[in-house]
Each structure stands twice: as C-alpha cells, then as structure tokens.
C-alpha cells in the first residue's frame, strides 16, 4: 500500500475505525439480530474522551428511544422522563427528590413539553404530567476504542496511562486500542507496556480488514470505580502516592447514560460540524463505496478537523454563484454536503 499522508493521519484513521465498527462490530464474531451498534466518535467525560465509542443496543429498545427525537437528552429531562408516571400526576408527587433545585424540574418540564416528549396539564396552579412512553433500556454495553495508527515509545506512555484510568475507573465496559496492522507475526503493540485487560485490534485502514491481536477483558461497570486524580511521576526518588476516589455505581450509570446519550445525538459523522463545509475547497470521498470522508481540494487530502476551520490559510468560501440553484432555501453544496452526512446518521438511528 502506498502510504500518503492522509492514510497517516490520525483524523482519517479514526473515521476509518468508526466506520469499520459501525460494519463489522464485534470483531471476528456475528452480531445478533435484535442488537444493533452505534458508533461515536470523541466523547467521554470531562477528564477523559474517547476516540471511537461502540454502544451494543438492543434493537427493539434503541428503536423505542426515537421516540424522544434525535436530539439527547440531557440528566434534568432524563430525569424528568426516566420517572414520569403513567397516569396523570402533580410532578412534585410524580418524580423523586432531584437534589437540585425543583425549578430546575420544571424548566426541564417545559422543555421536554415543547419537544413533545411528555405530556402536561395545568391544574390551578399545579403542574401535572404524564409520561407518553417509557424510556427504554437501550443501551447493553459501552465499548471505549482509542486509536493509535503509529505508536512510538512516548505516545505509548501516554497510551497506557489513559488506558490505566480506564481500566480504574471500570466506565465502559470494554476498552481497545486501534492501530495499523503492520503484518508483522506480532503486532509491535504488544510489547508496549499496555494494562492486559485493554484489547488490540490491528487495523488495516484501507480495506479495513482487522485482526485481534489481543481479546480484552470485561470491566465491572456495576461495581464501584477509581478515579486516578495523580500519580506520581515514577522517578528513583518520587515516593509520593497517587491520589483517586472511589465513584459509586449509580454516579457511573449515570455518565454512561449521558455518554450514550450524547452519543446518540452526534454518531461519528458529526466531524462536518467543526469543520468547514462552506470552504470552497472542502469535499467528500467515497472510500469503500459506501464511506465518505471529508477531503480537501487545496491540500489534495484528508485534512484534519483542526486544519479545517476558519483560520485555514487556504480557506476560501464558496462563491455564491454556487449557491443559486436553490439558494437560499437549499444553501451552496456546503450544506448539501452537511445534510448528506445528517441524512446517513439518522439512517443509523431506527425508528427515527
Ligand atoms: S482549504 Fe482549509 S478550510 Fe478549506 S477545506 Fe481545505 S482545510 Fe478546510
């Protein structure tokens, strides 16, 4: 294969490893008829994102979850949805004690209202709800993938420390390393000094064909996880103590609740939306017949999400003539481009 260096980038190896995912997951078995798979990219939470997130649904219940809309629900209208009753009912009765302020409640009410996710009805000065559907258990498992196409002695320190947190904390249920396959007998990545529960997938980016280098190990999202806040740095003369904290399992429910939440909303090929389709230059590529990638007629490959944004020294936008077929109403092919993309993420979402 001739390596150029969009095949380099890490950006376009990780869009190959979503899509690879949203095809083949799980590796080297079959998925079963009534699951389903949703693939995101960069999420987590506020001390650790994911490069690539793997949701196993079940396939009647991810269909059930359309029914909230496309867009996520956040922990106020969870928590509001989660717990409304089936028959009318004054929602302070209605929906346990949130902890936070109930003005918080009923803001989130209002919302779920005008999104016409939950049914309400003003009795004098009450407020009463009624749910319109349960929210359904959706989600089964949460796989983390960190994707490393080339990985040198320092970025697999990096590698390792992140994956040691995950593996801590116990947050997704599976985690993996994604990396090129090299074809060597054993795949480099093995000698690096990697926690053995973290699975490696050796990618072959171009026919995204894999092989499993290393199976990882199930984590225990049910019980309590560690935080690893610090730790010290491993010098001779550091005998200082890492600091964690315990998270309970309900405060872990909870994030991977939002996580797959957030996850639903956005799938993977959200990255048009930090980048800038408007550029003149901008365009997508078919790679497998199927896969578009973003590419970049002025740098004549796959940029990155980072070089692709307003202070590009090549940006240049689409000439409005462009845009006249249809313009305003349809906007230029940026937008065309843009709701390509939409239209494929919600042909991911059943129900929708
Ligand atoms: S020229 Fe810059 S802004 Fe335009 S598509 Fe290429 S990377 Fe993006």
């Known amino acids: 294969m001739t390596r150029t260096r969009a095949t380099d980038s890490e950006f376009a190896f990780e869009l190959r490893s979503c ?39 079940d396939r009647d219940a991810l269909e059930a979850r359309a029914n909230f809309g496309p867009k996520r629900l956040d922990g106020d209208l969870l928590h509001v949805v989660r717990n409304a009753p089936a028959d009318w009912a004054y929602y302070r009765d209605a929906l346990p004690d949130p902890g936070y302020p109930w ?105 995204l064909s894999t092989e499993v280098a290393w199976y990882p190990r199930s984590l225990s999202v049910d019980e309590p996880g560690t935080r690893i806040l610090e730790r010290p740095d491993g010098g001779e003369r550091d005998g200082s103590a890492a600091r964690f904290e315990y998270v309970d399992p309900e405060r872990k429910a909870e994030k991977r609740l939002a996580i797959a939440e957030r996850a639903y909303e956005r799938g993977w090929r959200s990255f048009v939306e930090t980048m800038r389709p408007d550029c003149r230059h901008f365009a997508l590529r078919g790679t497998d017949g199927t896969q578009l990638q973003p590419h970049c007629e002025a740098k004549g490959r796959c940029q990155t999400a980072a070089e692709c944004s307003g202070s590009c020294p090549e940006f240049e936008p689409e000439p409005p003539v462009w845009r006249t077929r249809g313009w305003p109403i349809e906007g230029g092919p940026g937008t065309r481009l843009s709701a390509l993309l939409e239209g494929r993420r919600r042909h991911r979402r059943p129900g929708l």
């Open 103 to 207: 003005r918080y409640v009923r803001e989130a009410i209002h919302e779920a209202d005008d999104r016409g996710i939950l049914e309400t009805r003003k009795r004098g000065n009450r407020i009463e709800i009624r749910r319109k559907w349960a929210y359904p258990a959706w989600i089964d498992r949460i796989v983390a993938i960190e994707n490393k196409p080339d990985l040198d002695a320092s970025a697999a320190r990096t590698l390792a420390t992140q994956l040691e947190y995950d593996v801590a904390l116990g947050l997704a249920d599976e985690v993996w390393v994604a990396t090129r396959k090299t074809g060597e007998r054993v795949e480099p990545v093995l000698f690096e000094d990697l926690p053995v529960e973290a699975g490696v997938l050796a990618l072959e980016s171009e026919s």
């Open 19 to 57: 899509r690879w995912a949203e095809r083949e997951w799980p590796p080297a078995e079959t998925l079963a008829d009534d699951r389903a798979v949703l693939v995101a990219r960069q999420l987590g939470t506020k001390r650790r994102r994911w490069d690539t997130i793997v949701l196993e649904c």
